[in-house]
C-alpha cells in the first residue's frame, strides 16, 4: 500500500441513483476519524474529500474505508485500502568500522548499521560536511578514499521511505597516508665501526612521524 506520513487528502467518489447521499464517513482501522456533510444531498457522482492528519495514528500499517449514507440511511462501505504511515525518524544509525580516534589509511570501508520501524531507505555517508557516498541496500557501506593526512570526522546519515532522517555520532579517525622517514646520524656513512667482546654500538637516528610504532 502506500506509505503516508503529515497531512494527506484522501479522496473519494461517491454516487446514488437518488442523488441523495447525506452524509460520509472516514474510517481508520474501523473507527470514524471524519464525517462529511458538507450539503443536504451530494450530488450523483460527486467527491468527498478529507484531510487526514496521520500523526494521530502509530507508525504502521492501517486500514481506511469510507462509508456513504443516503437519506434513507442505506449505507455502502468501501473495501479497506492498506496504508503505512511512517511519521517517526529512523531509529538507529551507528558507524560500526572504523572506530573512533583511530589511524587509517588508503581506500577503506566505511560501515554502519541502521533501523527504522518501517524500512530504511538509504544511508549517506559523510566526512565533515562532503558526502563520500549513499548506499541503498543493506549492509550500510561506503568505500572511502581516505586522501590528505590529517583529521577525518565521519559520520552517517540514515532516511527512510518518507525521507524522515537521522544522524549517526561522529567518529573522528587520524588519515596518515606518508610513510615516516628516518636518518642514520652516527655511525656516519663510510666509517668502520668496531665493536669490543660483549659490547654494543650505539646508532643515533631521527625520524619524522606522529604515529610511530614501532622501529
Do not use: C, M
Amino acid at each position: 500500500g502506500a506509505r503516508l506520513n503529515g497531512t494527506v487528502n484522501i479522496q473519494t467518489r461517491v454516487n446514488d441513483s437518488l442523488a441523495n447521499i447525506s452524509r460520509v464517513n472516514f474510517l481508520v482501522d474501523g473507527s470514524i476519524v471524519q464525517t462529511n456533510t458538507s450539503a443536504t444531498n451530494f450530488p450523483s457522482n460527486a467527491d468527498a474529500t478529507f484531510s487526514w492528519d496521520t500523526t494521530t495514528v502509530g507508525d504502521g500499517g492501517h486500514l481506511i474505508s469510507i462509508v456513504a449514507y443516503d437519506s434513507a440511511n442505506n449505507t455502502n462501505q468501501t473495501i479497506a485500502v492498506n496504508v503505512t504511515v511512517d511519521n517517526g525518524a529512523p531509529e538507529n544509525i551507528l558507524i560500526t568500522f572504523p572506530v573512533n580516534n583511530t589511524y587509517v589509511n588508503d581506500t577503506l570501508t566505511i560501515t554502519a548499521s541502521a533501523s527504522d520501524a518501517i524500512v530504511i531507505n538509504r544511508v549517506e555517508f559523510y566526512n565533515y560536511s562532503t558526502l563520500i557516498t549513499n548506499d541503498t541496500a543493506a549492509p550500510w557501506q561506503a568505500a572511502w578514499v581516505t586522501g590528505p593526512d590529517g583529521l577525518a570526522q565521519l559520520y552517517a546519515t540514515a532516511y527512510d521511505s518518507n525521507n524522515n532522517r537521522l544522524n549517526s555520532s561522529i567518529i573522528s579517525v587520524t588519515v596518515d597516508n606518508t610513510a615516516p622517514t628516518s636518518t642514520v646520524q652516527d655511525p656516519v656513512s663510510g666509517t668502520t665501526v668496531y665493536r669490543k667482546a660483549g659490547g654494543v654500538v650505539d646508532v643515533d637516528y631521527t625520524y619524522t612521524e606522529v604515529n610511530v610504532e614501532k622501529v
